[in-house]
């Protein structure tokens, strides 16, 4: 198996396991409310929390999904920016990098 072919498996795994995170949270965010001020307001401040988790979930998600049409369309590993190669060392420590370090810099500066 290549590397390419690993990180996608890891991240179809990965991907799976948010989505059914995701389900659990709206199921969980739609459940009814109970009828009690104090309790509401608990409920309420919980919901907040959910929500933040959803959130960051999705967002993985859709980095996730990013990357894998990138897999699928062979586009991986180069740079969006420049179109030269984003390195094996920045995707091993970020594998939703687009771009390489040189036009990482250029965009943070």
Known sequence: ??????LKSQLEQRLSELEARVAGLESDLR???SQDWEERASEISGDEVLE???SSAMDEITKIRSVLKRIDDDSYGACSGCGKDIGA???AALPFAVLCIQCANKVAS
């Open 1 to 6: 198996m290549t590397d390419t072919e690993a």
């Open 89 to 91: 060392e920045r995707l």
């Open 31 to 33: 459940a009814a409310h």
């Open 52 to 54: 933040g988790l959803e």
